[in-house]
């Protein structure tokens, strides 16, 4: 019989020989002990429809909230689905329109591309902790001042945003249209368009939004 590992071998060939091995060694005694001819017990079945779950904990508003969630749980379905904090909206659940702005330790971000769990430990704030209809955040007197709103979908986003525009502003975190990195950022127009350009409002209300945004601007000057 040709050697076994001859790449010529015929497959035909190689499975005669193949069992020719196996049937000597039964046959010199070599055959594999019985116990390990026993199957190991199965493990229980995992149902493939059950979700993963993780704990986690966060402070929201200044509230510390465990949850128990899905691992897919997103952190806008987390506050509007679990915790029913409902102002912060979902408009398009793309990272497209910005109308689920939420601040995450001072930074803003869309809430709907970010998974919750990502953030135990972390700090959130959303429209409901920035201030009340009695105890208005400054922003948020400022777009009802300068009617920076019509349906009020975007709102929420748009002032969570532009909060956090200001931080970073006040931070000399420079942006896409500023001009001298030597010099302090300006604030004007060009610059709050730009960094408030994640923020989609269907109404059109972007004239009254920047003329709030200033105000407050100017106030903090
Ligand atoms: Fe998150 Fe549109 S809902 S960016
Ligand atoms: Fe309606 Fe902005 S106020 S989408």
Redo the contacts with the bound molecule.
């Keep these: 019989m040709p050697p076994l590992h001859d790449p010529h071998l015929p497959r035909r060939d190689l499975l005669i020989g193949t069992a020719a091995v196996s049937v000597a060694g039964i046959a010199d005694g070599h055959a594999a002990p019985a116990q390990a001819q026993v199957a190991a017990p199965a493990a229980p079945p995992r149902n493939p429809e059950a979700p993963a779950t993780a704990r986690l904990s966060l402070t929201v508003n200044g509230q510390a909230r465990n949850l128990e969630l899905d691992t897919r749980t997103t952190l806008l379905d987390a506050l509007r689905e679990h915790l029913h904090l409902t102002g912060s909206k979902k408009g398009c659940d793309h990272g497209q329109c910005g109308a689920c702005t939420v601040l995450v330790d001072g930074r803003r971000i869309n809430a709907c591309l970010t998974l919750a769990v990502m953030h135990e430990g972390d700090s959130i704030t959303t429209i409901e902790g920035l201030g009340s209809p009695e105890r208005m955040h400054p922003m948020q007197s400022a777009f009802v001042k300068h009617d920076g ?7 929420p986003g748009q002032i969570c945003s532009s909060v956090a525009m200001l931080e970073e502003i006040k931070a000399g975190i420079p942006s896409h249209v500023t001009g001298d990195l030597a010099v302090p950022v300006k604030l004007g127009n060009e610059e709050i368009r730009e960094r408030m350009s994640g923020n989609i ?3 059109g ?1 972007y004239s009254n939004i920047v003329e709030a945004i200033n105000e407050v601007a100017g106030e903090r000057a």
């Design positions: 709103y019509q349906c009020g979908y975007c709102t409002c269907r109404c209300a």
